[in-house]
């Protein structure tokens, strides 16, 4: 399947400070990408979908101001959460969907590594 | 609105066949999606039916009845490393809605 991977794998940071977390599809174009956050033993709670070259989509009760988006290009998307707080802590997922699986309208969404962010 | 169930934890013997169910309350979808993500790690995908009836892929199943509303994720010949957290995914408008997930405990 395709490759996407996400730097840093893992993040401490103190209360206050911003954190970038990069997500990169690595062997194909992906013109969507979406940023999960996942709290221990739940499931998976889409932020945003990031379409390169335009706004983010926030989900819901998600703040734009704080968890900034940018899909510079196809194959990279970037997460900032800024003014990172204890709360924020948690477990960072971005995936990709890639346009060459499956038929046209089937969702199939490869998943970069995570990123642990503790915020101390 | 959109909402998937399905079981919190399902326990099974290794070697044995387990089902992992999965409800789903929607106005129009795709597609069900299967997703493994063992624990730490990010998810992987498994299987996808956009049709009704069985897809299969080596040991794992999975189903879709459109008119129930209604999947399953069949796992066969259990393996200690198939112990992880099963989510079922809607596939509706280019956005996947995820259920709670299934933690499979698996037993020697």
């Known amino acids: 399947g395709a490759v996407v991977s996400q730097h840093p794998s893992r993040v401490i940071c103190k209360s206050g400070t911003s954190v970038k977390i990069e997500c990169r599809s690595l062997?194909?174009?992906?013109?969507?990408m979406f940023w999960y956050r996942q709290f221990p033993k739940q499931s998976l709670m889409l932020m945003a979908t990031s379409n390169e070259g335009s706004k983010a989509t926030y989900e819901q009760g998600v703040e734009k101001d704080k968890f900034l988006i940018n899909h510079a290009s196809l194959t990279l998307s970037t997460l900032t959460v800024t003014s990172a707080h204890p709360e924020d802590s948690s477990f960072y997922i971005c995936?990709?969907?890639?346009?060459?699986?499956?038929?046209?309208?089937?969702?199939?969404?490869?998943f970069g590594p995570g990123t642990r962010l503790l915020v101390l | 609105g959109q909402s998937l169930e399905q079981p919190s934890e399902v326990t099974a013997v290794e070697g044995a066949i387990v089902q992992i169910n999965c409800t789903y309350q929607?106005?129009?979808?795709?597609?069900l999606s299967w997703y493994q993500q063992h624990d730490g790690g990010a998810p992987t995908f498994l299987s996808y039916n956009a049709l009704d009836g069985l897809e299969e892929t080596g040991r794992f199943s999975s189903f879709l009845s459109r008119s129930d509303s209604y999947g399953y994720l069949l796992l066969q010949e259990l393996q200690m490393k198939d112990s992880a957290s099963y989510f079922c995914a809607l596939d509706s408008n280019y956005q996947l809605i995820w259920g709670a997930g299934t933690k499979l405990i698996i037993k020697p």
């Open positions: 062997d194909f174009q992906a013109t969507t």
């Open positions: 995936s990709a969907r890639d346009p060459r699986a499956g038929s046209f309208y089937q969702e199939t969404q490869y």
């Open positions: 929607t106005s129009g979808f795709y597609g």
